[in-house]
Structure formats: C-alpha cells, structure tokens
Nanobody
Framework: QVHVVESGGGSVQAGGSLTLNCTASAPGYTLRSVCMAWFRRAPGKDGEGIALANGYGNKLYADFAKERFSLLRDNAKAILSLRIDSLKPEDSDMYYC?????????????????WGQGIQISVSS
C-alpha cells in the first residue's frame, strides 16, 4: 500500500510563489519503486496533471507547467515538493498529490491508487 499526505498551499497574491509538499509512505517497498505526481482540479472541471517524478528522479511536466512549476523529489525524506512561481489567479485550484507503485510513470490520474486530501491554493490579483 502507498499513502501520501500533502502540506503547504494557502493564499497568495499574484506574482508570488508557493511550495507544496507531499510525503509518501510505502511499507515494504523502496521509494525508488514509487511514482509520485501532482494534479490539480477546479470545482466543476476535469483534473489535469501537472508533473511527476519517478523514484530515480526522472521528471515529466505537462506543457503548461514547464515554465513556472518545478519538482524536487527527496527519496531520503520521501517528499515530493512542487514549487509554483509567478502565481496567477487562474492557478487557484485544489492541488492533489498522488502515488503509485512502478518505475515507469505517466501523468494519467486513473493510474494512481493513492491520493492526498487536496490542498487549496488561492491567488488574488
């Protein structure tokens, strides 16, 4: 079983930065065999993948996330951090961390078995 817990988020003015943290646990498995990813979903809208990192540090970003979003994965601490710079009001959303067992990772939400409770980011103009 894989479990994730998110932290961070909050309210910020446009142009600011935020860092979200996701802590994973996978008893019986090495964290190198765990895919971790960040998604976001606004009320009434479909979710979208932001970025992922596999257990070896390889990362994949959605096209929209390549400029202002950055991942940092620390397997020693089992943390996947998502930093968002130059925040815009349209970044206001619920952000979710997700994880699954595997070394080949994809940014498809249906593939992930463990989800956090979600973190709200609100960006004011």
């Amino acid at each position: 079983q894989v479990h994730v817990v998110e932290s961070g988020g909050g309210s910020v003015q446009a142009g600011g930065s935020l860092t979200l943290n996701c802590t994973a646990s996978a008893p019986g498995y090495t964290l190198r065999s765990v895919c971790m990813a960040w998604f976001r979903r606004a009320p009434g809208k479909d979710g979208e993948g932001i970025a992922l990192a596999n257990g070896y540090g390889n990362k994949l970003y959605a096209d929209f996330a390549k400029e202002r979003f950055s991942l940092l994965r620390d397997n020693a601490k089992a943390i996947l951090s998502l930093r968002i710079d130059s925040l815009k009001p349209e970044d206001s959303d619920m952000y979710y961390c997700a994880a699954r067992l595997g070394t080949i990772c994809h940014l498809e939400p249906d593939l992930y078995i463990a989800w956090g409770q979600g973190i709200q980011i609100s960006v004011s103009s």
